[in-house]
């Protein structure tokens, strides 16, 4: 919990919600003498405790600096370079509302749009986007502005716990400028487009995206009313 | 994950000089592995500011894909969909939308087996450390290999991509570090690209250290019909139990050329041209396929089910591999024959 390179955060910009509380708990969890493992760090960094070689993630790392479009924002970052783009989004600049799930590309909670594309931002280098406009669901829209999706995901009842649901709504964005493109997928009759927002289309092009809850028929009819109203 | 140093590559001359580096382009796989530090890289060096995001159009009819062009780019080209629809279909087929966004044309002929041995660094394998032995013999085999494997592994290549490049007879294209200004290149065709395990599973391709995929060239388009069928365990994102890439072209109903891969089964790409020989001016009678299937099966290992105290565990045998592979190779021909 005491990664240098971590802005201190003040509570006038941040109130102490529940994020605050869980990482507070941590924190004292530590001080009370429990052993946790180096994982439990939440950024990749090496226990600053220990001498240097003590452990074999210990080793002198250059950092990387990289300038992180986010959300129509530039900032400029010195990185260790293991830092994924899903822990420089969450971790280092604070834009929690992209999920840590699996992190291993396989749940996609972590789905963000590079340049309108969606990917996996577990599975990729944050110093590996230095520049490339980034779009998260904070960009997407918040409680005062939603986007138009995310009110169908409402009206239709489309999450239960919400965990997935940003990575929903983003892979969904993403899904639609794909069909959009007339790029077909596992499930087209034919190769070249137009494909159809079918439910059976739907639901093979959001495969990158689990849902525990099981709320598939509704984000498949958020979506599609989404798509409906859109095209 | 272990720290390593890392370089953003310009041009391929300073990916070439960076000794002893691990390539970084899509990052699908190899991050995933670098989390689980199976993979510990002490360089790496980034590839994707590289101009190999290409697709050229060859004068002679041929197509150059630029290592760095990413799944969904090369699924959805309208040159691939035209010619080479069986590796459209194989795309679409591998991984997830989010995945194919990112993974690259080279990036997934290197992809690493997806044995759940090699994965568990809690179990012996002497492909993530040679000579440690095999935990996977007698153990959960439903997604490893019935052919090519040997005493020392039995894993097999995830590609669905490299299965449809293998029945085109792609060729790939490298650059192999050199002298300053000394362009030295070569191009392998991909039958001979991914090896044999033997008693070295640790070397998976005969690419040299250090040397970089530029391109995959596909041959001139074929005529006839092209297919792609997968099965695996999920209607969607699973790798693949046995796939199998088809071309064939048919003359008043004999076969006038084919050729045919297996995915799922192998170390690498599973095709034998001698039995697409044999089958050449045949009709495709149940005698001949039989002989034709039992060539490439021939050999075949499957372990049967070994848990009797767990006899609904599925996970646990993979000869149904064999009759699988020999139903699919067959629907599958005479699918295409009926458009070939």
């Not at chain 1, 669901?137 to 009842?157: M, R, S, T």
């Not at chain 2, 899509?26 to 360089?43: A, S, V």
């Not at chain 2, 669905?160 to 392998?188: K, N, Q, Y």
């Not at chain 2, 495709?284 to 372990?303: H, I, P, V």
């Amino acid at each position: 919990m005491t990664d240098p390179d971590r802005p201190s955060r003040t509570r006038d910009e941040h109130p102490p919600g529940r994020r605050a509380l869980l990482q507070a708990g941590a924190a004292l969890g530590l001080a009370g003498g429990l052993d946790r493992p180096a994982r439990a760090e939440p950024t990749p960094a090496a226990p600053p405790a220990k001498p240097a070689g003590a452990h074999p993630v210990a080793r002198k790392v250059a950092k990387v600096a990289v300038t992180l479009s986010v959300n129509g924002q530039k900032h400029a970052l010195s990185l260790d370079p293991r830092t994924t783009l899903l822990d420089a989004l969450r971790e280092t600049l604070r834009l929690t509302g992209t999920k840590k799930g699996c992190d291993h590309g396989q749940c996609g909670a972590c789905t963000v749009l590079l340049d309108g594309v969606r990917i996996n931002a577990c599975l990729t280098l944050a110093v590996m986007h230095d520049n490339i406009p980034i779009t998260t669901i904070e960009g997407v829209g918040g409680p005062d502005h939603l986007h138009a999706l995310q009110q169908h995901f409402i009206d239709h009842d489309a999450f239960q716990c919400g965990y997935c649901t940003p990575g929903q709504i983003c892979s969904a964005l993403g899904m639609l400028g794909e069909l959009k493109s007339g790029a077909a997928s596992h499930v087209s009759a034919k190769l070249d487009g137009p494909h159809e927002a079918s439910a059976a289309e739907l639901r093979e092009r959001m495969s990158g995206n689990l849902c525990r809850c099981a709320a598939y028929p509704n984000i498949i009819a958020a979506i599609t009313d989404f798509a409906g109203k859109a095209a | 994950m272990r720290a390593f140093d890392y370089q953003r590559a310009r041009k391929p001359e300073d990916a070439l000089s960076a000794n002893a580096a691990r390539y970084i382009a899509g990052g699908t796989n190899l991050l995933d592995l670098m989390k689980l530090e199976i993979e510990r890289p002490e360089r790496l060096v980034d590839l994707n500011a590289l101009a190999l995001d290409r697709i050229e159009d060859l004068p002679d009819g041929r197509l150059r894909i630029g290592a760095l062009v990413r799944n969904a780019t090369l699924a959805a080209h309208p040159l691939v969909v035209a010619r080479y629809p069986v590796l459209s279909r194989a795309l679409l087929a591998g991984a997830s939308p989010q995945l194919r966004n990112r993974a690259t044309t080279g990036g997934n002929l290197l992809q690493r087996t997806r044995c759940p041995y090699f994965y568990d660094p809690a179990q012996n394998c002497n492909k993530r450390d040679p000579g440690a032995g095999c935990s996977a013999r007698g153990g959960l085999t439903r997604n490893l290999g019935i052919l090519g494997i040997s005493e020392a592994c039995l894993a097999t290549h995830p590609s669905d991509m490299a299965v449809a490049m293998r029945a085109l007879d792609a060729v790939v294209e490298t650059r192999l570090p050199g002298a300053p200004g000394e362009t030295l290149g070569r191009s392998i065709p991909i039958a001979q690209f991914h090896l044999l395990p033997g008693s070295t599973p640790q070397i998976e391709t005969i690419l040299q250290p250090g040397e970089l995929i530029t391109a995959v060239v596909l041959p001139q388009p074929l005529d006839g019909a092209q297919r792609y069928r997968k099965v695996r365990d999920r209607a969607s994102y699973a790798f693949a139990l046995v796939s199998v890439a088809v071309t064939l072209k048919m003359k008043q109903q004999s076969v006038a050329r084919v050729s045919l891969a297996l995915g799922g089964v192998a170390p690498k790409p599973w095709r034998i041209e001698e039995a697409e020989s044999r089958l050449v001016g045949q009709q495709l009678s149940d005698d001949a396929l039989k002989t034709f299937c039992d060539a490439l099966l021939s050999g075949a290992q499957g372990s049967a089910t070994g848990n009797a105290a767990d006899p609904h565990r599925l996970d646990n045998a993979n000869d149904f591999k064999i009759p699988l592979a020999r139903r699919m190779m067959i629907a599958t021909l005479r699918d295409a024959a009926k458009e070939a």
